[in-house]
């Protein structure tokens, strides 16, 4: 009996897990018992209407002024459902400030609920540098209040970068170090041009990764959260060779990276310097043909399951299954197989 009893503790506390994990399928998404599924549209942000065009911008923050700090680019044509956050603080090496924070957060809260996004690559246009991590120069200036409020912000944005729904991929073609690292560790994917450079290097400074803020606890004489680079780098290439690289302080060229599993793909640099973009831009089109809900829950799958054990893994992986089931697209999936053409998925 008390075995029993411990059993249906244990599948009480997996249903309220599950029920977790699907509330975090995105803002404003809920099913009914055909399976539509609806967008509250009062969550969604307001994007200013555009024209065909890759070559869009939008930018975030009214302080952004003259060339934006962050470019927003919703791609068209074959490219369309692809879009590019492209950070562009060319004279800070594109370190994290606090307005490239506020930025890149509204971005991502935008983005999560837009269900016309099929794939995100988070890239520089700066050449030779991705993010050289925080902005020194600010962080001397930030009074302990603002410590906080900034520390809270950068590692929701970590978080919510890592959360979001759909496919991401950090395009490194030049130096991502400390926090530039750690904001590609938040996404899916990375690739790098050989040539690029990256690591963690805060234990040169006599602290730890923690979302990118070594320097800024450092100036203030405060410990840093451990959140960031201790904790997704050893799930990125296992906890040995992370220990090794936070230890040492190693910075590795795109060769390295990518002998120790850190990225999944390293490219010869071009003249143009984008070789790691263009791979991104390649691999996300070879996302966009699939079924946008299947992409959604197989990444909540994934992510969720190698969180716990693999049985309450497995039961993740059941329940967003059955998500596809009652799905259009399931059914458009069989359609178009049966008659041999590409299928024309909605989302639904």
């Not at 910075?251 to 071009?270: M, P």
Request: aromatic share 4%; proline share 4%.
């Amino acid at each position: 009996m008390a075995v029993a009893g411990g059993l249906g503790v244990l599948q009480g506390c997996r249903v309220r897990l599950l029920a977790a994990y699907f509330a975090r399928l995105g803002p404003g998404l809920v099913t009914r018992g055909s399976g539509q599924r609806l967008w509250r549209t009062s969550e969604r942000r307001c994007w200013p209407s555009v024209s065909a065009g890759s070559g869009l911008s939008r930018s975030y923050g009214s302080e952004a002024k003259g060339d934006e700090e962050l470019r927003v680019r919703y791609l068209e044509e074959e490219n369309k459902g692809i879009v590019v956050l492209g950070i562009n603080r060319s004279y800070a090496k594109n370190s994290l400030s606090k307005n490239l924070i506020k930025m890149l957060s509204k971005a991502v809260d935008a983005l999560k609920s837009d269900k016309k996004v099929r794939t995100i690559i988070v890239r520089s246009e700066v050449p030779g540098i991705f993010c050289a991590g925080a902005d020194l120069k600010e962080r001397a200036q930030m009074s302990l209040s603002e410590v906080s409020s900034f520390v809270s912000k950068a590692r929701t944005l970590m978080n919510e970068m890592a959360n979001l729904p759909v496919p991401t991929i950090a395009a490194i073609d030049g130096t991502a170090l400390g926090g530039g690292l750690e904001l590609a560790l938040a996404c899916d994917i990375i690739v790098a041009a050989s040539s690029a450079k990256m690591g963690l290097v805060e234990t040169k400074l006599a602290i730890i990764p923690g979302a990118g803020l070594g320097p800024l606890f450092l100036i203030q004489n405060l410990d840093p959260p451990s959140v960031g680079g201790t904790q997704r780098l050893p799930r990125a290439i296992g906890m040995a060779l992370a220990k090794e690289m936070i230890f040492s302080a190693r910075v590795l060229n795109g060769q390295e990276a990518k002998s120790i599993g850190l990225i999944s793909h390293v490219l010869e640099q071009n003249e143009a310097g984008d070789a790691a973009y263009r791979k991104a831009l390649a691999l996300a089109r070879e996302f966009l043909p699939q079924g946008p809900v299947a992409m959604r829950v197989a990444k909540l799958a994934i992510n969720q399951g190698m969180e716990v054990d693999l049985v309450t893994g497995l039961a993740i992986e059941e329940a967003c299954y059955a998500q596809t089931i009652p799905t259009k697209d399931r059914l458009e999936g069989l359609r178009a197989f049966k008659e041999k053409r590409p299928p024309r998925y909605k989302g639904e």
